[in-house]
C-alpha cells in the first residue's frame, strides 16, 4: 500500500541532509578558533586605530574617529597643518619601500625560478642530488639566513667584499647593509637566494603537468627552442605560474623577518610591516601602529580579492 | 527481494535535467538492466535507486513503501562499483564485514556470514589478504562478496565488468548469472553500456536515451519487436541496416531496417551491389555491400565467405524479418 | 647551429652554480662557526682550523639560555601543529567532501586569513594575550601561532583529501557508515602521508616564527624561542658582534631542520605544489 496520499512532496533524503549537518558540525571547531584567534584581533587592532590607545592605557583609550589617519590642525598663527598616516613621509617611503621590494623581487624569482625549474625538469644525471640541493636555501629559517648573509655582506669581514674585489667587480669594500644606496639591493638579494627554491618547485610541478607528447611534436615539427618555450610551454604553464607569483606578491608585501634583522632601522628597507610595529611598540604610538597596520591589512584585501576576481580562481573544485 | 516502483521520476544538477521522468516497475526478483549510450542516465538511475542522490520529483518505493526520504544503508540495498571500491588498509575480511561491524552485529554472526559470502564466490582463501595483493577479478569477487555480505533486499551493478579484460568478462558474466539464480532470485538492477551484457543476463532490459526510457522488455522481445530506430539499432550486433528512399517506399514506410543475419544473398529479385569489404572471423562473416544506400549494408555469412572484394552480388531480406519505422523513427 | 657540446656544457655549469649558490651561504657559516675569535678576522674559503668554542659558548654559557630556546621552539611549535591537524581533518573533510551552501565563502574566507600580514593583528593580539595573562608564556605563541597553522592545514588537507576517491566514500555509505566513521576509519588510515607532510610544513612554519615571539617575550628567557634568542645573541661589548657564536648556533638550529627537509624532502615538494598549484 503506497502511502502517497500521506505525502505528496517527496522528503529530502535523509542522507545529503545528514552529510550537510554533519559538514557544519565539523567546520564549527576552525570557526570558532578563527573568530577568536583572527577575527577578534583584526577587529581591535581596528578598533584601536580609531581611538588614542597606548600601550599603557589600552582600555581607556577613547574614540577619536579617522584622526589617526587624517588630521587637519589650523593653528592660531593661520597654519594649516597636517597630521595622521596618510599624510606622514615616513609611512609613504615605507610603502614605496615595500612596493619596490616586492615587485623586483618577485619578478626576479619567478624569472630565476622559472629557469631553475626548467634545468630541473630536464633529464639529467644528479637530478635528484640537485633538487635536495636548492631546498637547503628554503629550509634555512629566515633569521638565520638574515645573520648568515649579514656575516657574508659585512663591509670588513664579509666574504662577499673580498670575492668581488678579487674578480675584479668592484674595487672598494661595500656597506652592503649600512649603505642607503645598497642595503634594498641586499635585502632583495637575499630574498631571492632564500625564495628561488620555492618558486622553482611550483613552476616545476606546473611544468610536469604539460604531456610530453606536445615537446615531441614540437620537435618534430622542428620548431626551435626558445619558440617552443614561448609558444608551447609558457601558456600551458601559465596558470601554476600565476598561482605562484600571487602567493608571492602577498609575502613579499607583508615582509617584516628579513628586512628587520638584515638591516634594521634603515629608512631605504623599511617596510610597511617594520614600520607599524615600530609604531607599535618601539615608539609607543599603539594607535597610530594600528593604522598603518589596518592599512596593510585592507591593501592585501584588496590585492587578494581583485586577483580572485581576474584570475577566476576555481575555489570550489571540491566534490561535485 | 524487493519490487521496485518508480513514479514519474525526475531527477536535475542544477539546470540541467538528467532524469526527465521516468514510469518503471521492476518486478520481485527479477534481473533488470540499464543500458544505453554515455549520458543517459543510468548511471543516475542506479544511484537515485541506491540513494547516494537525492529524487527531484517523483517517487520511489520499495515494496509498496515510498523511499525516497531514506539513507542508502537503510533502503536494504547493496552495491558494487565499477572500480570495486574496496577499502585499500583494510583486509578481504575487514572489507566485507566492515558493514556489519557497524550495524553492531556480534563477531559470531559476521564470521559466518562473511565466511558463506566467501565460499560461495570462492574467495575463503584470500580473506587475510589486502586488496592490492589481489587480481582485478579476484577484487570484483571480493566487491561481490561485499554485497552479499549485507543480505540486501536489492541488489546493484554499476558496470561492474567495464574493468575487467575480456576474457574475464565472459567467465564473470557468468558468475553473475549463477550468483542470481542461487540468491534465491534477488532483485538485481544492473547497469551497462555493452549491449551483449543486457542480452545475456537480463530478464528485462529497459533502454534509455537522454533521461527517457526508450524501451522496456525481455532481450528478445526487444531483439525481435524494437520500438523504434534507436532501440533497433542499439540492441543486436552488428547494428540493423537502415535504408530509406527507394528501398523503403515498397514497404510503404520512411525506413526500414533488416538485421545482418536476416538478409541472404540471392541470385535475382533482390537489392544490387558491389561487395567492398569482407571480414571474417572463422565461425562468421561479415560482408560490406554498397547497394547506394548511406551507409553499406552489412550481410551475415556462416562459415568463410565466398564473395570477393569488387564482385556482384544481390542480397534479400528474409521473409517477416523486416522491420518497418516511419518518419519519427517508430515502429509500425 | 650552437654544437651539442658548448649546449651541454652551458647546461652543467648552471647546474654547478645553482648548486654552488644554494649550498654556499650554509657552508661558510659552518666554517665559521670553527674559528675561534681572532680568527674571525681572517677571511677564509675553506675550513683551516677546528675548533668547537663557539659552540661551547652558545651551548653553555649564559645559563643554558639557548637550549631553553631551543626546547621552547620544539614544544610551541609541536603543540601549535598538533592543535591544528585535529581541528583541520574534520574541517577539510566537510570543505572537500560535502557539497553546502556557503562552501566557496568559506575556502576564500581560509585562503584570506593565511594572507593576513600578521602585524595586522599584532595590536588586538597584543591585547587578548595581556588579558589572558599569557604574556611571555609559550601559550602565548601557540596561541598567537593558529592564525597561520590552522588556514594552511586546512588549505593543504582539503586539496589532499579532494583526490581521494568518490567510490571510497560511496560503499562506506552504503555499509551505513556515518561522516564521522568515514573520515576516522576510512579517511584518516590513507591520510596519514598528507599528514605527516603538512605536519612538518607547518612545523618548520612556526620553527620559523619571528614577529610575535619577539613581541610576546620578554628578555628573559622564559619563554623565547630559537629565532629571537639567535637574533638577539650579542657580545661582550655594546659594538662587538658575536660572529663565531652566532654562526655556531644557527648551524646548530638549521642542521637538525635541513636533516629532516632532505628525508623528507619528496612529501615536502608534493605538499608545497598540492598547496600552491592546485590553487
Known sequence: MSNLTENQKPMRNELQAGRVRSAWIFLSPMIVVLLIVAAWPLSRSVWFSLT??????????????FKNYFKVLHTDSGETLYFGVLMDKAWWNAVWNTLRFGVVSVVLETCLGMA???????NFKGRGFVRAAILIPWAIPTVVSAKMWGWMLNDQLGIVNDMLIKL??????????????????????????????????????????????????????????????????????????????????????????????LTPNSSQTKTMSVIARENLFDFDKFAYGSAESTLLFLFLLVVVTLYIKIGRVNLDGGVQ | ???????????????????????????????????????????TMLRLIAGLEDITSGTMEFDGKIVNALAPS?????????????????????????????????????????????????????????????????????????????????????????????????????????????????TMVYVTHDQVEAMTLADRICVLRDGYIEQVGTPLELYETPANIFVAGFIGSPKMNLMTGKFASPYKAHTIGVRSEHLEFVTKGGWAGKVIHAETLGSDSYVFV??????PVIVRESGTTKHTVGSKVQIAPLKGKVHFFNEQGNSI | MIPAWIKNTAFYAFVVIIVLQAVFPFYYAIVTSFK??????????????????????????????????????????SITVIVALFIAVTASYALSRVRFRGRSLMLMTILCVSMFPQVAVLAGLFEVVRALGLYNTDWSLIFSYTIFTLPFTVWVLTTFMRDLPIELEEAAIVDGATPWVIVSKIFMPLMWPALVTTGLLA?????????????????????????????????????????GPIMAASVIVTVPLIALVLIFQRKIIAGLTAGGVKG
Not at chain 2, 554498397?290 to 551507409?295: A, L, Y
Not at chain 3, 682550523?49 to 621552539?73: A, K, Q
Open chain 1, 52 to 65: 588614542d590607545a597606548s600601550l599603557l592605557h589600552l582600555y581607556d583609550a577613547k574614540f577619536i574617529g
Open chain 1, 116 to 122: 631553475v625549474a626548467l634545468v630541473l625538469n630536464a
Open chain 1, 168 to 261: 675584479g667587480i668592484i674595487h672598494e669594500k661595500i656597506a652592503w647593509v649600512a649603505d642607503a644606496n645598497y642595503s634594498m639591493i641586499a635585502v632583495v638579494g637575499v630574498d631571492t637566494w632564500k625564495t628561488v627554491p620555492f618558486m622553482a618547485l611550483l613552476i616545476l610541478a606546473g611544468l610536469q603537468m604539460v604531456p610530453g607528447d606536445v615537446y615531441e611534436a614540437a620537435e618534430i615539427d622542428g620548431v626551435h627552442p626558445v619558440k617552443v618555450f614561448f609558444k608551447v610551454t609558457l601558456p600551458l604553464v601559465l596558470p601554476a605560474l600565476m598561482v605562484a607569483v600571487i602567493f608571492r606578491m602577498m609575502d613579499a608585501l607583508r615582509i617584516f623577518d628579513l628586512v628587520y634583522i
Open chain 2, 1 to 43: 527481494m524487493a519490487s521496485i516502483s518508480i513514479k514519474n521520476l525526475k531527477k536535475s544538477f542544477g539546470a540541467v535535467n538528467v532524469i526527465k521522468g521516468i514510469d518503471l516497475e521492476i518486478k520481485s526478483g527479477e534481473f533488470m538492466v540499464f543500458v544505453g549510450p554515455s549520458g543517459c542516465g543510468k548511471s
Open chain 2, 74 to 186: 537503510k533502503r536494504g540495498i547493496a552495491m558494487v562499483f565499477q572500480s570495486y571500491a574496496l577499502y585499500p588498509h583494510m583486509t578481504v575480511f575487514q572489507n566485507m564485514a566492515f558493514g556489519m561491524k557497524l550495524a553492531k552485529n556480534n563477531k559470531d554472526e559476521i564470521k559466518t556470514r562473511v565466511g558463506k559470502a566467501a565460499a560461495l564466490l570462492q574467495i575463503t582463501p584470500y580473506l587475510d589478504r589486502l586488496p592490492k595483493q589481489l587480481s582485478g577479478g579476484q577484487r570484483q569477487r571480493v566487491a561481490i562478496g561485499r554485497a552479499i555480505v549485507r543480505d540486501p533486499k536489492v541488489f546493484l551493478f554499476d558496470e561492474p565488468l567495464s574493468n575487467l579484460d575480456a576474457a574475464l568478462r565472459v567467465a564473470t558474466r557468468l558468475e553473475i548469472a549463477k550468483l542470481h539464480h542461487s540468491m534465491n532470485n534477488v
Open chain 2, 290 to 295: 554498397d547497394i547506394g544506400t548511406e551507409e
Open chain 3, 36 to 77: 675561534t675569535g681572532a680568527e674571525i678576522f681572517e677571511i677564509s674559503y675553506y675550513p683551516r682550523t677546528f675548533h668547537l668554542d663557539n659552540y661551547y659558548n652558545v651551548l653553555f654559557s649564559g645559563n643554558g639560555s639557548f637550549l631553553r630556546n631551543i626546547w621552547n621552539s620544539v614544544w610551541v611549535s
Open chain 3, 203 to 243: 612545523f618548520i612554519a612556526a620553527w620559523n616564527e619571528y614577529l610575535y615571539a619577539l613581541t610576546f617575550t620578554a628578555s628573559n628567557d622564559a619563554a623565547r624561542t630559537v629565532p629571537v634568542g639567535i637574533a638577539l645573541l650579542s657580545g661582550n661589548s655594546e659594538h662587538e658582534i658575536p660572529w
